[in-house]
């Protein structure tokens, strides 16, 4: 098995890391009835502050050192690769992956996966470093020299791994945003 940058990095995580929960919350539209999917949500950093915003939230994420570090009793850790998401078709209202897209091992299958996951007139929102900016590309490059196996694409190639997917993108980050018709 691979070293797992994540399960060292874990404790630490949702200290040094950031996202425009304003921007998460305006795309998703919440709050919102029913359920919400953190696709590599990791130490539930993002959705701990949407949690009073929809009626259920659940954490898909690979690394157990980051699932140890969700505060208990308020979110449903589950241990999956994005890949292979183990919920029935169908079963989330939102469905969010913040920072992680670029970390995983096969990008359009986890597409597929959340599409298929997500319920008619869903949302997917997918937040992301824009690979244009510069202070982006030394992070993809440091990320590489620490054998992290990231991928960036561009906000383009994250938006054609759906159909009718929308982007918006400020200063070094993007987000797409897919509805499930």
Known sequence: MPFDHFDVIAPIYARVTYSSLDKMRELAELPVKGRLLDVGGGTGRVVTALRDLVDEVVIADISMGMLKQTPPATLKPV?????????????????????????????????????????????????????????VKLIALAEKLLLMRSHFLSPQQTADLFKNATIHAEDSSAWVVVTKP
């Open 79 to 135: 241990c999956s690769f994005s890949e292979f998401l183990p919920f029935p078709s169908d079963s989330f209202e939102r469905v969010i992956m913040v920072d992680a897209l670029h970390h995983v091992v096969h990008q359009p299958a986890t597409a597929d996966e959340m599409f298929r996951v997500l319920k008619p007139g869903g949302r997917i929102i997918i937040e992301e470093p824009d690979i244009r900016s510069f202070g």
